[in-house]
């Protein structure tokens, strides 16, 4: 029975939560911080000792010198992208050679896996999932069809491998009569296939149970949403993981008993990238001044974020998928200038009201509640004391209609804006 914890910090709606910020107050706890799911779709924004990282792949916890950080055989790693990011931190003095370990069961991402994912959305045109283009899908389905290439294919006759992969992919893209050339792409992607080598590609599976075994405690760090995740998000729009709780077990082959905590973080207004159903969109000035105020453009692909106020909908859904046990409220200072503040509390599509996310979430109207706003400067704020009435009141509706604490709530960007609720 292991002795230690898997304790989860988990984006619950489409991503882009800012788990970045956080992570660093969570990490001095654990001694393991591990990646679950999804591969360089994701970018966790962190400003470490006054310096701006966008990590795609690697665990926040490589900050911290005494951390091991995993990426864990529920990922997709792509070499190249992997090497520039590895690359650009060991230039700014992290040294992660002995305390980066990737599992030798995570899947591959081929230059040829993103020529797929941008065939197949031109295919879809204008139902295209607006996917990162990083190949992703492509990579995860091949995991589902058994021809996919892994980490631990890189020990033993690579080349061959994935020339055989790469001609079936070349197949694909000619039947679907798709141009590309990927010849600088593939001399980076070998160099970091070659940079890999020198990372530990182990067992991590093994390695995280046997440290929990030992009493050690393990953050694992989501990526994406639970309203991106493959089977309960608004698919098809959809990432191509298992982004929700029930991931971080079979992503790092941990068993449901050795789950703690589930911190679930969202912020005080919802943000979605890409296409699909988000029955909270604001097309108005006041989605534009959301945009603007809390810069919300995307972190890998640079587009707007679609924004909207906060959905109720899907976070009770979410934290019912989840389990969540705590929330994290992020972004909060980002409505300070309104003076009304709005929450979705149910979703209504031709007469019918519902306040339980639905199978088909196209076509569905936000209901929304209306709340008084603070508008008060929250960002110099330290404690909870200090909180204007109306924001108090915006955070109790919030807890009563979860069923759960809010116990960590941002007021700002930096680290310090960060309040630990008693
Ligand atoms: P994919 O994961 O690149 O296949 O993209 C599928 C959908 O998920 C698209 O709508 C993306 O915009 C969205 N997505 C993927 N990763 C992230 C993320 O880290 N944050 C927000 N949206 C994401």
């Known amino acids: 029975m292991a002795k230690g914890k898997v304790d989860a910090l988990l984006g619950i709606v489409f991503g882009d939560e800012g788990k970045g910020k956080v992570v660093d107050v969570f990490t001095p706890k654990y001694d393991i911080v591990a990646r679950f799911a999804g591969g360089p779709n994701a970018g966790h924004t962190i ?11 690697i665990p926040s916890g490589i900050f911290d010198k005494d951390k091991v950080n995993i990426i864990g055989n529920g990922c997709v790693i792509a070499p190249d992208l992997f090497m520039a990011e590895a690359q650009e931190l060991e230039a700014a003095g992290y040294n992660l ?60 006759n690579f080349q061959q491998k994935y020339e055989t ?12 009569n798709y141009e590309y050339d990927i010849s600088d792409e ?27 075994a030992e009493g050690k405690n393990v953050l694992a760090e989501g990526a994406q ?22 991931g971080v077990c079979t992503g790092l082959g941990v068993g449901p008993n050795a789950i703690g ?7 005080a207004y919802s943000t979605r990238v890409g296409s699909g159903p988000f029955p909270v969109e604001l097309f108005d000035e006041t989605g534009d001044k959301i945009r603007e105020i809390g810069h919300e453009y995307g972190a890998v692909t640079g587009r707007n974020r679609r924004c909207g106020w906060v959905d109720l909908v899907a976070l009770k859904y979410a934290i019912m998928i989840n389990g969540v046990t705590q929330l994290i409220m992020m972004k909060s200072d980002v409505l300070d200038g309104f003076d009304t503040i709005k929450a979705c509390v149910a979703y209504e599509k031709d007469g019918v009201v519902t306040a339980d996310m639905p199978y088909d979430t196209e076509g569905w109207k936000a209901v929304y509640r209306e709340l008084k706003g603070w508008k008060s400067d929250l960002t110099n704020l330290t404690s909870e004391s200090q909180f204007p009435q109306a924001f108090r009141d915006y955070i109790s509706f919030l807890e009563q209609e ?21």
């Open 47 to 57: 400003i470490f000792e006054g310096k701006k990282f966008v990590l795609r792949s």
């Open 97 to 156: 050679r002995g305390r980066l370990h990737i599992s030798k069961r995570a899947h591959l991402i081929l230059p040829t896996h993103r020529v797929l994912d941008r065939a197949y959305e031109a295919a879809k045109g204008k139902n295209k999932v607006g996917t990162t283009g990083k190949g992703i899908g492509p990579t995860y389905s091949e995991k589902a069809s058994r021809t996919g290439l892994r980490v631990g294919d890189i020990l033993d």
């Open 165 to 176: 992969l790469k001609a079936r992919h070349a197949q694909i893209l000619r039947d679907l």
């Open 186 to 212: 593939e001399k980076k992607w070998l160099e970091g296939v070659e940079y890999m080598r020198g990372f530990q590609l182990t067992d991590t599976e093994i390695e995280i149970n046997k440290a929990l």
């Open 225 to 246: 949403g639970t309203m991106l995740d493959i089977d309960h998000g608004t698919y098809p729009f959809v990432s191509s993981s298992n982004t929700v709780s029930g």
């Open 261 to 267: 905590e589930i911190f679930g973080i969202f912020k």
């Open 402 to 422: 979860a069923g759960i604490p809010i116990t960590i709530v941002s007021v700002g960007p930096d680290r310090a804006q960060t309040i630990v609720r008693g």
